[in-house]
């Protein structure tokens, strides 16, 4: 079955440091790669996403790319803020018509000033 | 756009009662949602699946008469968890999709079931 991995956290970071949150990932056939943002209270929120091999999605300063031969989706930032301070995931969904989400563990960022 | 929201935000209820949580979209119509339970330190674990107006889909594992999942309209799905016990506790969160065969849900900001 499809599955996500992604590294425990919490990670914490100084300001303007530079962010890296690895996410490796399992599946059968041709996945699309998410990673979602869960800031303190409030709901999961599309972060960014990438349908294909090589594709790069980006968003907010956030950057990650779909690497189908490491099978890989790690997410970056040049420079956190600490408004980043989130719950951060990665997800895979199969393509096929099916909107079945699997998701990877969930890594807690902090950033302090 | 896009919004979901679920209510409660938090409940408590004792062991044996069984406890209603609400999920609407409150700006587009759903034609499908999800329902996820969270534990802690742990990802989120689908759940179900619902299209308005058909049963829902269960995950393996997830015993469909305790959790009974009802979307009556394109706007609104109700989890009930039902006789309800301690290990039941979690947080349920649920997604809505608008279109069939799209990618894209979004998320309510979850509810904190507690049974005590």
């Known amino acids: 079955g499809n599955s996500v991995t992604q590294m425990e956290g919490p990670v914490t970071l100084s300001e303007e440091a530079f962010l890296t949150i690895n996410c490796t990932y399992t599946a059968t056939g041709y996945p699309s790669l998410f990673w979602y943002v869960q800031y303190p209270g409030e709901g999961l929120q599309l972060l960014l996403k990438a349908t294909k091999a090589d594709d790069k999605g980006s968003n907010k300063g956030f950057e990650a790319t779909y690497r189908k031969e490491t099978t890989s989706f790690h997410l970056e930032k040049g420079s956190v803020q600490v408004s980043d301070s989130a719950v951060y995931f990665c997800a895979l969904s199969d393509i096929g018509g099916y909107q079945k989400v699997t998701f990877g563990i969930g890594t807690k960022l902090q950033v302090i000033p | 756009g896009a919004v979901v929201s679920q209510h409660p935000s938090r409940v408590i209820c004792k062991s044996g009662t069984s406890v209603k949580i609400e999920c609407r979209s409150l700006d587009f119509q759903a034609t499908t949602m999800f329902w996820y339970r969270q534990f802690p330190k742990q990802s989120l674990m689908l759940m179900a699946t619902?299209?308005?107006?058909?049963?829902?889909?269960?995950e393996q594992g997830v015993e469909k008469d305790k959790f009974l999942i009802n979307h009556a309209s394109l706007t609104l799905s109700t989890l009930t968890v039902t006789s309800a016990h301690p290990e039941d506790s979690s947080f349920y969160i649920c997604?809505?999709?608008?279109?069939?065969?799209?990618?894209?849900?979004?998320f309510g900001p979850g509810t904190r079931l507690t049974v005590t």
């Open positions: 997604s809505a999709s608008p279109l069939v065969q799209s990618y894209e849900q979004y």
């Open positions: 619902s299209n308005e107006g058909s049963k829902a889909t269960y």
